[in-house]
C-alpha cells in the first residue's frame, strides 16, 4: 500500500516538471489565499496579544474613575460624545477623604506633560519624556513594577520629596553604564533623586512606556500648573468577590462628590481593565471573522484555478491514460494517482502561502512594535483548508481521467 503511495506521489512530481509554469501560477493563486488566511489572522493576533497585555497588568481586581468611558452617545442619527467635567483635584482629595470601602487601595494620578526634556550632568533628552505625578499606590494599581531600587513609599508622597522613578529607557539614552540610584536629573528646572527605575514594558501604538518619569504628585502640581488637569483615580480591591460592592461605593460617593441628584446620569467614567479586554476580543473577533471571509474568497477562486489546470491535464495526458488502462491499471488507480497530483500542488501552495503569511505577520508586528505569536491555529486550518479544496478540486478530474475509454486515448493525438 504505502509502496503504491509512493510511486502516486513520484508521478505526481514528474507531472509537475512536465508542465511546471501551469503548476507554478496555481501554487501561487493557493498561496495567495493562504497568505491573506495566515497573515491576517497573525496581524489581528499580534494586535491582540499587545493590548490585552497592556490592559491585563492593571489586574482584573482594579477600576477606574476617569472623565470618559470609552463610549458614544448616539443623538439625532450623529455620534455625539457627552461632554463630562474634569476630574479636578478638589474631586480627588475629597474622594480620597470620604471613600472608605474595606480593604482597597486608591491611587490618583495625572500627566503633566507628554513632551519634557530629562536632563542629567551635562546629557539631556529629546523633548519626548511622559512626566506623572502619582500617589504611594499608583505602581501596584497600575501593576508597574521596579527593576532597580525602591518604590515610593507613604513619606515620599507626604514630605513630598524630591525622588523620582525613571523608565528603562534612561538607562542607555542617559546613564549608560552607570548606575542611575541616588543620581540627581532635573524635570523643567526642578532636581529629583532617582530612587528607582521601571521595568521595561515596550511600545504600544508608537506609545514608548519606557521614556517615562513619575514624580510625587504634589511636586508634580508645582511644576505642571496649567488649567483644567484631568486627573485619574484608580481602586483595586483585594478581594475580586467584592469588586461589584467596591464600584458601586465608589460611583455613589464620587456622585456625591459631583453633587448630581438621584435622576442625573454619571459625568464621569468607569473602566475595568477586563472590560477594555473584552471589548478588544470582541473587536479582533470582527477582523478575524473579516480574515476567515476574504481568505475563503480567494481560496475558492484557487480551487477553481486548480480545476482548470487538472482538467487541462487530464486532456493533454488523454493518451498516457489509455496506455496505463491498456496495461491494466484499474479506474481506481488513475484516480488516485490524479488525486495525489491535486493534492501535491495544494500542499505546495499551503506551505508557501505559510511561509508568506508568517513573514507579514512578523513584519507588521515589527513595524508597528507589536508582540508576535505564531499563528498555529491559522496554520493548522491551512493544512486542512489546502486539503479539502484540492480533493474538491481534484474530485472531477480524477472522476473524468478515471471513465476514459483506453481505445478512444490510445487514439487521440
Known amino acids: 500500500m504505502f509502496k503504491l503511495f509512493r510511486e502516486n506521489v513520484r508521478i505526481a512530481l514528474d507531472s509537475i516538471k512536465s508542465q511546471l509554469l501551469r503548476t507554478i501560477l496555481t501554487i501561487v493563486i493557493i498561496g495567495i489565499g493562504i497568505w491573506a488566511l495566515v497573515g491576517i489572522l497573525s496581524a489581528v493576533k499580534a494586535l491582540e496579544n499587545t493590548i490585552s497585555g497592556s490592559f491585563a497588568s492593571m489586574g482584573s481586581n482594579t477600576f477606574n474613575i476617569q472623565r470618559y468611558e470609552f463610549e458614544t452617545q448616539q ?31 486608591t491611587s ?4 503633566g506633560t507628554n513632551a519634557a526634556e530629562i536632563k542629567y550632568e551635562n546629557e539631556k533628552t529629546d523633548p519626548e519624556a511622559q512626566v506623572f505625578g502619582v500617589n504611594e499606590h499608583y505602581l501596584e494599581n497600575t501593576g508597574t513594577k521596579v527593576q532597580m531600587g525602591r518604590e515610593f513609599n507613604f ?88 469588586m461589584q ?32 479586554i473584552n471589548r478588544i476580543a470582541e473587536i479582533t473577533g470582527v477582523l478575524e471573522t473579516a480574515g476567515w471571509i476574504i481568505s475563503i474568497i480567494t481560496i475558492l477562486g484557487s480551487s477553481i484555478a486548480l480545476m482548470n489546470i487538472m482538467l487541462v491535464s487530464v486532456t493533454d495526458r488523454t493518451r498516457e ?47 508597528v512594535d507589536f508582540e508576535y505569536t505564531l ?39
Not at 442619527?77 to 487601595?105: A, C, H, M, V, W
Not at 490618583?108 to 500627566?111: E, G, T, Y
Not at 491555529?377 to 472522476?399: E, H, K, Q, T
Open 75 to 105: 443623538q439625532g442619527g450623529r455620534e455625539r460624545q457627552k461632554i463630562n467635567p474634569i476630574i479636578s483635584y478638589d474631586n480627588i482629595r475629597e474622594f480620597i477623604d470620604t471613600y472608605d470601602y474595606p480593604l482597597t487601595q
Open 321 to 367: 491514460i489509455g496506455v496505463r488502462k491498456a496495461m491494466g491499471a484499474k479506474r481506481s488507480t488513475i484516480s488516485t494517482q490524479f488525486f495525489i497530483e491535486t493534492i501535491v500542488i495544494g500542499q505546495f501552495g499551503c506551505i508557501l502561502g505559510i511561509i508568506l503569511g508568517i513573514l507579514t505577520g512578523f513584519i507588521f508586528a515589527k513595524v
Open 245 to 276: 460592592e467596591a464600584e458601586d461605593a465608589a460611583i455613589v460617593t464620587f456622585r456625591n462628590i459631583r453633587r448630581l441628584n438621584p435622576v442625573e446620569k454619571n459625568n464621569f467614567g468607569i473602566e475595568r481593565s477586563d472590560d477594555l
Open 155 to 242: 513619606f515620599d508622597i507626604q514630605n513630598n520629596n524630591k525622588v523620582c522613578l525613571i523608565g528603562s529607557d534612561y538607562l542607555k539614552s542617559l546613564f549608560e553604564t552607570e548606575n542611575p540610584i541616588g543620581k540627581t536629573i532635573s524635570v523643567r528646572g526642578v532636581k529629583f533623586k532617582v530612587v528607582g527605575v521601571l521595568e521595561e514594558k515596550g511600545s504600544t501604538f508608537g506609545n514608548n512606556q519606557d521614556l517615562k518619569v513619575l514624580i510625587p504628585i504634589q511636586a508634580a502640581r508645582g511644576i505642571f500648573t496649567q488649567p483644567n488637569i484631568n486627573y485619574t483615580i484608580s481602586i483595586k480591591v483585594d478581594n475580586k468577590d467584592f
Open 375 to 413: 499563528p498555529w491555529m491559522a496554520m493548522f486550518a491551512s493544512v486542512l483548508i489546502s486539503f479539502v479544496v484540492a480533493v474538491i478540486a481534484g474530485s472531477y478530474p480524477a472522476s473524468k481521467a478515471a471513465k476514459l475509454d483506453p481505445i478512444e486515448s490510445l487514439r487521440y493525438e
Open 108 to 111: 490618583v494620578s495625572f500627566m
